[in-house]
């Protein structure tokens, strides 16, 4: 079910999966990110300039560790920044269209993928629109009107993408940015390793990089990082790609 709206993700077609050999250092570390984004994220109106044959992009991402007699104190865990609470409908993709945030949990609805249109009508690079789907299947829209594309790239976080993206008061609330540029301040500033994340709606889960522990995880929803290790960490990763398309004439 999790695979839902993603036909081309089997695609035999050559030079589109990918894998490689995987190695840190002692010392070695990796920020939190995500593994891939939706074209308007990646360069503006990324969504309506043309495409190479057969693009495709990351959808689902794999790795296997190598290190035998690993432990806590060795370091190198792959921490996943998960929700606190199961979607209620598939995440990472509908159609084209990425996911891009979430509708937190709260007593009268379950936790729901936020997901970017980017080519509604409206002006010319203001033609972004949010949407979610409920347990039902149903689609709503989080504003009446399309907003200006350049949005996209403001620092500040789930506070100015409220204002921005979002009409309803109970919405704004709720909503949170899987992957917000930050500001100067909001990079610098130090983070809660026990943090629930910006919103609140978030657990994490270490995993530790031991000889033969297979993880996988959609590429788009699932906000990860390395912590710090303390010797040579070993192992082969790679994503799963599904085909994109453009909506360039």
């Known amino acids: ?22 190695r840190y250092g002692e010392g070695a570390m990796l920020a939190r990110h995500v593994d891939e984004h939706h074209l308007e994220l ?8 043309p495409l190479k044959e057969n693009a495709s992009r990351r959808s689902i991402t794999w790795l296997i560790y190598l290190n035998d007699e690993w432990n806590e104190e060795n370091g ?18 509908r159609r084209d ?11 009268l609805y379950g936790e729901q993928p936020v997901f970017l249109d980017p080519n509604r009508d409206g002006p010319e690079n203001e033609t972004c629109m949010l949407y979610t789907i409920d347990s039902n299947g149903k689609q709503r829209d989080l504003s009446k009107k399309s907003w200006a594309n350049i949005a996209l790239y403001l620092g500040g ?12 008061p109970d919405d704004a609330e709720r909503f949170h940015l899987i992957d917000a540029p930050k500001s100067l301040v909001s990079s610098l500033a130090k983070k809660d390793p026990d943090s629930k994340g910006e919103d609140g709606g978030e657990r994490i889960r270490d995993i530790l990089p031991q000889a033969g522990t ?22 082969v990763q790679g994503w799963f790609h599904e085909k994109i398309h453009s909506s360039a004439s």
């Not at 990646?42 to 300039?49: A, I, Q």
């Not at 976080?157 to 309803?168: Q, Y």
Request: charged content about 30%; cysteine-free; aromatic content about 6%.
């Open 214 to 235: 297979l993880v996988l995880f959609d590429s788009v929803s699932v906000p990860h990082e390395v912590l710090k290790t303390n010797k040579e960490r070993f192992g």
């Open 97 to 107: 269209d990425l996911q891009v945030g979430w509708l937190r949990k709260n007593a």
């Open 157 to 168: 976080g789930d506070k100015v993408a409220r204002k921005l993206m979002v009409d309803s």
């Open 42 to 49: 990646k360069r503006p109106n990324g969504s309506k300039l």
């Open 76 to 93: 190198g865990q792959l921490r996943l920044h998960e929700r606190a609470y199961e979607s209620v409908t598939p995440v990472g993709a």
């Open 1 to 22: 079910q999790g695979l839902v709206d993603r036909p081309t993700l089997f695609n035999d077609i050559a030079q589109t999966h990918e894998m490689e050999y995987l």
